[in-house]
């Protein structure tokens, strides 16, 4: 697609958007208003680290050598860039499971915080994305990066609820939500991802969710939620919605173990928020785990 055609459909888009309210309810104009004044130093800092700004966590084992010692006054400096590289590789493993992407697809990233997912898809595929946040913060946030990558013609954030996201149906190639699927009705949004998606195209989400076979959500999935202003689902509530909504299931992949290395070097750091014991105790007690569901849009 040519940057005039994208312009095109970046102006009708726009048009569409402004129908679009949001946020949507009392809920989510609490969760905008949450992200608008998020500012937290373990967002920042690692995002300064190469401009690639995340809301998620990560995955994958602890670079010692990286690291060194931790008498060093650099220290601090390569523990967090050592975080970073962790988050990157979280939204890489997201991103190899999105299936075949070509130049002119379009994806669609639900949720997309200040953009550092949409980044590194559109660094990948060179193709469009198109990221939705209720935080008008973010928005701006993520489309001044993309400016000063100079890919803003093809990289893009809004203001918008991804229950009722601005784009025709079939639109999208393939879409995903990293950590952001804890806010909604899983129902509603994977009504609307399949409305959004292309039939074939691909769905992935990576998420926190509290696991049946502990019961019921533990104490400590009751502090992330409360801490986070966010509903955690289940596994199965996760596998039961999608069936409903035309999106089967290719790859369940359990991450658990993948995470606990981060979270326990975050918690070593300076940038810890109070809420690292809830999420290493919950997924070491196996009430809670870190999934990546990758389905097709059938
Ligand atoms: C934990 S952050 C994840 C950000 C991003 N996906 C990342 O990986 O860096 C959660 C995001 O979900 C967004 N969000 C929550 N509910 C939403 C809704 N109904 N519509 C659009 N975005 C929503 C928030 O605005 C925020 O950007």
New binding site residues.
């Given amino acids: 697609m040519t940057s005039t055609e994208f312009s095109t459909t970046v102006a009708t888009s726009t048009a569409n958007s402004a129908f679009i309210p ?3 309810t009392a809920y ?1 104009e609490d ?2 208003r949450y ?1 608008d004044h998020e500012a937290r130093p373990v967002n920042l800092r690692l995002g300064d680290v190469d401009g690639l ?4 966590y990560g995955i994958g084992d602890i670079d010692h050598a990286a690291l060194g010692g931790a008498e060093g006054g650099t220290y601090e400096k390569k523990l967090i860039a050592e975080l970073h590289r962790l988050e990157s590789a979280q ?1 890489e493993l997201l991103l190899d499971h999105l299936g075949p992407v070509e130049r002119g697809d379009t994806l669609v ?6 953009g ?2 949409m980044v590194m898809a559109h660094q990948r595929f060179g193709c469009r994305v198109e990221g ?4 008008a913060k ?1 928005a701006d946030f993520a489309n001044q990066r993309a400016r000063e990558l100079g890919i803003e013609d093809h990289v893009r954030a809004r203001v ?4 009722d996201m601005p784009f025709a149906a079939g639109q999208a190639a393939a879409s995903w ?4 699927s804890m ?2 009705d899983l129902h509603d949004l994977f009504a609307e991802h399949s409305r959004i998606l292309a039939t074939g195209g691909r769905y992935v989400t990576i998420t926190g969710c509290w696991n049946p076979r502990y019961g019921q959500p533990s104490k400590w999935v009751s502090q992330i939620n409360a801490h ?1 202003e966010c509903n955690i689902h289940s596994r199965r509530e996760y596998l039961r919605a999608m069936a409903d909504n035309r999106l089967v299931p290719q790859a369940v992949i359990d991450l658990t173990q993948a995470t606990l290395p981060y979270w326990e070097l975050r918690a070593t750091s300076s940038l810890v928020t109070g809420i690292e014991e809830a999420f290493i105790s919950s997924y070491k007690d196996g009430s809670f785990q870190y999934l990546l569901i990758a389905a097709d849009r059938i």
């Avoid at 700004?53 to 998620?56: A, C, E, L, N, V």
């Avoid at 990233?109 to 200040?114: E, H, L, M, S, T």
């Fill in positions: 949001a946020p949507a989510q969760i905008a992200w700004y995340h809301h998620h939204a990233d639900a949720g997309c915080g200040r550092g997912s939705v946040t209720l935080s973010q918008c609820n991804m229950l939500n990293n950590e952001s806010y909604v986070f």
